[in-house]
C-alpha cells in the first residue's frame, strides 16, 4: 500500500505543472463494450463466457482517471483467471506520449475477495505503463511494479521482485470502408506463470482488429467490431466479437 502512495504521487506531481494552465472544461465518459469473450494481451480471461465490460472516465488538461470492469455472464470455471474484475487507471499524456498506473483486481476462483485487502495474497496488482504514439505506429511498454503475483524464490533460495513485463506495437489503417487496428504484443523476459507460460521473451499476442459505426438513426450509431486473436505462445487463438453503448 506504501508503493502504491508514492507512485500515485510521483505521477501526480509530474502532472501539476501542467494541470496549472487554464483548462476550459472538464470531460468525462461513460460507457460500455459487451464482448462475445475477454481475451487480455493474447489471454483468455472469460473462458466460454460473454462479458460486459463498463467504463467511467474523467480527465483534465491530460490527465485522466479512469475505472474499467469486466464481468462474464456466466461462470468463469473455464477461465485462466478471472471474470470478475475492477480496474483503476491514473494516466497523463501530452502530445504522442503517455505514462500511467493501474491498479488490477480480478476476482479468481478460491481467491480473497475484499477489495481493500492490500498485504501479501490480496488480488491487487499494480502495473505501470509508458508509451509513444509515433503516428504509423504506438509503442506501449507494461511492468508489474507490486502485487500478486509479485515475488519468487530463486535457485538460491532468495527472495526476488517479479517485475512482470509486457510491451507491443499497434498499427492503425483503413481498408474497405472500415477502421482498422494490427497489434503484436510480446514478454520480454521470463514472468513466472504470469503470462501463462512464457517462460522467456514470447510472442503471446498478435491481433487484428476491424470496428465500423453502424447508422441506426439519424442521432444514434452503433460501434461494432470483430478480432482475430493469436497467441503463439500458448498456441491458441480466438475470434472475438462486440459492439460499443457509451455517452
Not at 48 to 56: F, G, R, W, Y
Not at 201 to 206: D, G, S, Y
Request: proline share 4%.
Amino acid at each position: 500500500m506504501k508503493r502504491l502512495v508514492k507512485v500515485v504521487a510521483m505521477i501526480a506531481t509530474m502532472a501539476l505543472p501542467t494541470m496549472a494552465v487554464a483548462q476550459d472544461t472538464v470531460e468525462a465518459t461513460v460507457g460500455a463494450d459487451i464482448v462475445s469473450k475477454y481475451i487480455w494481451r493474447g489471454q483468455d480471461m472469460s473462458g466460454a463466457n460473454a462479458a460486459v465490460q463498463p467504463t467511467l472516465g474523467v480527465s483534465y488538461k491530460g490527465l485522466s482517471l479512469t475505472a474499467w470492469g469486466s464481468y462474464g455472464l456466466m461462470n468463469n470455471s473455464n477461465a485462466d483467471f478471472s471474470t470478475q474484475e475492477l480496474d483503476l487507471t491514473l494516466a497523463y499524456s501530452t502530445g504522442g506520449f503517455n505514462v500511467g498506473l493501474t491498479d488490477y483486481f480480478c476476482i479468481c476462483d478460491g481467491s480473497d475477495p475484499r477489495y481493500f485487502y492490500f498485504k501479501e495474497g490480496g488480488e491487487h496488482v499494480l502495473e505501470a505503463n509508458i508509451g509513444y504514439d509515433f503516428g504509423p505506429v504506438a509503442f506501449q511498454w507494461f511492468t508489474n511494479i507490486s502485487g500478486t503475483p509479485d515475488r519468487y524464490v530463486d535457485k538460491d533460495g532468495d527472495l526476488k521482485h517479479i517485475w512482470a513485463s509486457y510491451f507491443e506495437f499497434t498499427a492503425p489503417f483503413k481498408l474497405g470502408g472500415l477502421d482498422w487496428a494490427a497489434t503484436v504484443g510480446a514478454v520480454p523476459f521470463d514472468s513466472k506463470g504470469f503470462y501463462a507460460d512464457a517462460n522467456g521473451f514470447a510472442v503471446v499476442n498478435m491481433n487484428l482488429k476491424a470496428s465500423k459505426e453502424i447508422k441506426i438513426t439519424d442521432s444514434f450509431s452503433l460501434p461494432v467490431f470483430g478480432q482475430v486473436i493469436a497467441n503463439p505462445s500458448t498456441q491458441k487463438a480466438y475470434f472475438v466479437a462486440g459492439f460499443s453503448l457509451g455517452i
